[in-house]
């Protein structure tokens, strides 16, 4: 059995640890179950978990196994898994459960807040994490469950979460005015979700997404852009109108560049993904540009909680399973899945991601 780390300190950095699951069985405490990892996703936003591991707490999720000097992590994933052993009554060996794991064959969790529809992990260590990850679904209790789109779902709804959040946060502040939104990094699956629900909302300002060269075509045939635009083509960008910024990659250079054409007419860049996390320091000449002020982060994991709060719990999964129903839907014309064996086929793939090698129109699930 392995489970597949990442060095902290280098996000390019990754090894293979043996683990022991007939030791977990042996140890397992009251009021634990043991689940094997059946199927995981890999994309662009967990590449974005590691960079913001320590500022967020993304690293303590899943602590790494044989890892005295703290140097090593596990990045974490959205998949599904399947209860191997239980010490929980009415949570019985063979369910089948989605959420949040490690990239590993199996995990030991600690069920707290057990309904038919769900649970939540009370181990210790994750009590102060934000509770949105640490919720697990039923997948029996699902009405009309489809097993086909386990593939889709691992890849799209921990992004698509995040699109849904965006538009409902930007139509809910009413644009801040802008009469264009200017999405960085378009050809990122969160990109593409909130900018097909953008098109989707009456009144919606104008979408305009930056991308590179090699992906326009792409981005292009989406439809749900207004204007696309290269980032060695800047000039292009209507930089006399008011704009709102949301930025999915964290390039610098980029959003330096963007600032400095807009200047007063940026009004705020939303700043949501880390995926370029190499160029994350200012040296670039052109990050000196960047508008700090207004500039702010957005964490999805609050906007969920505030919408339960207003919404409850029955009104924002009516919500946000109407959104995703309609973005699985678009992504069946453009996205292609590959399924990935075993963590030495992974730790490939992952060495391509890592340093930005990603097909915009592929979708990545690995089946350790």
């Not at 239980?86 to 600690?110: A, H, I, Q, W």
Request: charged share 20%.
């Amino acid at each position: 059995m392995s489970e597949f780390q990442t060095f902290k300190k280098d996000l390019t950095q990754t090894r293979l640890v043996k683990t022991n699951e007939a030791a977990a069985l042996a140890n397992l405490a009251d009021g634990d179950i043991l689940l094997r990892i059946e199927r995981f996703a890999f994309t662009a936003n967990n590449i974005t978990y590691g960079a913001a591991g320590d500022t967020i707490g993304y690293w303590k999720f899943f602590p790494a196994a044989d890892n005295e000097s703290g140097d090593w992590g596990c990045l974490p994933v959205w998949g599904f898994a399947d209860v191997i052993a239980s010490n929980v009554e009415g949570l019985d060996v063979g369910e089948r459960l989605y959420g949040y794991y490690p990239p590993s064959d199996f995990v030991v969790m600690s069920p707290i807040k057990v309904s038919s529809q769900r649970f939540v992990d009370g181990a210790l260590h994750r009590a102060e994490l934000p509770p949105v990850y640490n919720n697990y679904q039923r997948i029996s209790a699902e009405a009309g469950y489809d097993g086909a789109l386990d593939n889709i779902r691992s890849i799209l709804f921990p992004l698509h979460v995040t699109s849904f959040c965006l538009c409902d946060a930007l139509q809910e502040a009413e644009y801040q005015g802008a009469s264009q939104v200017i999405i960085v990094s378009a050809s990122s699956k969160t990109a593409i979700g909130l900018a097909q629900g953008l098109a989707k909302e009456e009144g919606a300002p104008k979408v305009v997404g930056l991308t590179s060269k090699s992906n326009r075509v792409f981005v292009e045939s989406l439809g749900c852009y207004d204007q696309v635009v290269c980032y060695d083509e800047l000039a292009n960008l209507d930089t006399a109108i008011a704009s709102v910024m949301v930025d999915m990659a964290g390039n610098r250079a980029v959003l330096g560049a963007v600032h400095g054409a807009l200047g007063e007419n940026m009004l705020n860049c939303i700043s949501v993904g880390m995926t370029h996390w190499d160029t994350l320091s200012d040296n670039d000449p052109l990050a000196t540009q960047m508008i700090r002020e207004r500039t702010s982060f957005f964490f999805a994991p609050s906007h969920i909680q505030k919408r339960m709060t207003d919404w409850g719990q029955d009104g924002y999964n009516a919500r946000t399973k109407a959104f995703m129903s309609a973005r699985i839907q678009e992504s069946l014309s453009w996205m292609k899945i590959e399924e990935i064996s075993g963590f030495d086929a992974f730790s490939n793939i992952y060495d391509q991601m890592v340093i930005g090698k990603i097909n915009p129109n592929e979708g990545i699930v690995v089946v350790p």
